[in-house]
């Protein structure tokens, strides 16, 4: 009995052995054919072929782009987008690769709760985004599989900033080539329209889409896609810059597109103010919808009538909907076609893409809701913000210009960047906001060479005398306040000492960044 029960399992472990190689064997070769095979207990074959659902490519082209120039024509669907006439050679229509990602097999089941979306893609579901002639997901797979490595990206922010990204690409085409992502965070929607942009364009097209991530931190998911992006696409790197900033210190410009995924709360009517009186392109998703009075501060008065209403109404049934539609009337009013288009619902509930181009010539006459204010056409008064002193000096240390110029691009890229913003943090703790390390120095003057030496020669004694000590750094000293003399007649001046590395390179063979305050204190 023992015997035969042996023989039985034995039997039962190699059946179990022998599918299971047949299992990984299938597998195997549907992730190298690009097939999807599916398993059917009943039959007499374990597997049957079962073409993909996304074999057949579209060869939908979307009509030309039309803005709406009135409240009635708002062009609100979510199955077509316009497409610039002027625009790539791109064949496929927004609205169909959208259609496409609403049945990609890497999505979530709808009934499965939302947190299993919000779950990072790792390298293990490289699987679900295979090489493809679907020329709606061909990119897109493309895009996600340089995403997987990193391992920092929940998959439902991808679907919905590729959504968002497809549209704003389709709709501005080649009208703007600067785009400034405002509240950037992992810089997705930036680097989904750079690639978006490098894929639809010419070799020989000079005029590249250049973009420019603004948030007040560059977080590490930001640094880890970008050295993705670039491994997988080198010659984007000089055109993609992230500096470390406040919405403040921006400088809007009609050559530059404002962006913004889910800008959070008051954020949205910030950059619809912003907007409205730089005359500069905006798309935005917004999210976040608050009707409360500190939130809608920086709202655009060209919809004041709008935003009050929300505010003093005792109940409001549909906040969404009442909000998103004042900042199209606010866009409106100050002189923009706008052209409103709705994500996927099963990607976010927050779904409307808000997207405006200011009109060519002067905009209409308006008047503000206040009785007392009178608003010159396009203009709208700066937002009033108090800060603190401290915030003050750091906003007034740079600004960031949006600006599609050489002049403005130069000045993003010696602000660019993670170690650039923590130089200029460093520099807050520093006596002065000093961009090096400085300290004071006060001392009698000798009698025979109190009167002999002018401030001057002073300076260049001190700065001599300080950078002979270490070879590799410089001090160069400054005179504070006048000469001070005692009642005895003595003589006494107090100087400010900035120690720096006397040239680039030497930072490099100490092995820091910048010269830090212990060494340069050493010294003085």
């Known amino acids: 009995a023992r015997s035969c029960y042996r023989q039985h399992h034995r039997r039962r472990r190699y059946a179990l052995a022998s599918l299971t190689s047949l299992v990984l064997a299938e597998g195997n070769h549907c992730a190298a054919s690009g097939q999807r095979r599916t398993f059917r207990p009943g039959s007499s074959a374990a597997f049957a072929y079962n073409p993909s659902p996304f074999a ?4 939908r082209v979307a009509p030309a782009v039309r803005f709406s120039r009135s409240a009635s024509a708002l062009c609100s669907t979510s199955t077509s987008i316009p497409t610039p006439a002027t625009h790539s050679t791109r064949a496929v229509s927004a609205s169909a690769e959208i259609d496409a990602l609403t049945k990609h097999k890497a999505l979530w089941d709808e009934s ?17 985004f295979q090489p493809t002639d679907d020329a709606d997901l061909a990119l897109f797979n493309e ?11 929940p998959r439902k922010e991808i679907f919905e900033t590729w959504s968002a990204a497809l549209y704003i690409h389709e709709t501005f085409g080649h009208e703007v080539r600067r785009v400034c992502d405002v509240a950037a965070g992992h810089s997705l929607l930036a680097w989904a329209l750079l690639v978006l942009d490098d894929h639809s364009s010419n070799d ?9 991530c603004v948030d007040r931190r560059m977080p590490p998911s930001a640094e ?12 984007l790197e000089e055109r993609f810059d992230f500096v470390e900033g406040s919405l403040e210190q921006m400088q ?12 959070c709360g008051g954020l949205s009517d910030i950059l ?6 730089s005359k500069s392109p905006i798309a935005l998703v917004p999210c976040c919808h608050t009707r409360k009075k500190k939130a809608l501060l920086g709202a655009s008065d060209f919809a004041r009538k709008e935003y009050d209403a929300i505010i003093q109404a005792e109940e409001v049934k549909d906040l969404t909907t009442m909000l998103d539609e004042a900042r199209e009337a606010a866009l409106r009013n100050a002189g923009f076609d706008i052209c409103t288009q709705y994500l996927p619902k099963r990607f976010t509930l927050k779904n409307r893409v808000i997207m405006g181009m200011p009109r060519n010539g002067n905009p209409p006459d308006i008047a503000s809701t206040n009785d007392d204010t009178v608003m010159a056409p396009g203009r709208m008064p700066p937002i009033e913000i108090d800060m603190s002193l401290a915030k003050a000096n750091f906003l007034s240390r740079f600004t960031i210009p949006c600006e599609d110029s050489d002049d403005a691009r130069l000045v993003i890229k010696k602000l660019s960047g993670k170690a650039n913003a923590d130089r200029r943090k460093k520099s807050l703790h520093r006596k002065g906001n000093a961009e090096t390390p400085t300290y004071d120095i006060s001392f009698w003057l000798p009698a025979s060479e109190g009167d002999a030496k002018t401030q001057q020669q002073w300076e260049e004694s001190l700065s001599k005398f300080a950078s002979s000590i270490r070879t590799n750094i410089a001090c160069e000293a400054k005179q504070i306040g006048d000469e001070f003399v005692n009642s005895a007649g003595r003589r006494a001046r107090a100087f400010r000492m900035s120690y720096q590395y ?21 010294i003085h």
């Open 56 to 59: 057949q490519s579209s060869s």
């Open 112 to 128: 499965e709760p939302l947190s299993k979306a919000r779950r990072k893609l790792q390298r293990r579901h490289r699987s679900l």
């Open 143 to 153: 895009f996600c599989t340089v995403l997987c490595d990193t391992g920092v990206m």
């Open 204 to 212: 020989k097209d000079k005029n590249s889409l250049t973009v420019l």
């Open 224 to 235: 880890a896609i970008r050295v993705a992006m670039l491994e997988k696409w080198p010659h």
């Open 252 to 263: 809007p410009h009609p050559s530059c597109l404002l962006a913004s995924v889910h800008a």
């Open 272 to 277: 619809i103010a912003s907007a409205g009186s």
């Open 502 to 522: 006397e040239n680039e390179n030497e930072n490099e063979k100490e092995g820091d960044d910048e010269l830090t305050n212990e060494k340069a204190k050493t």
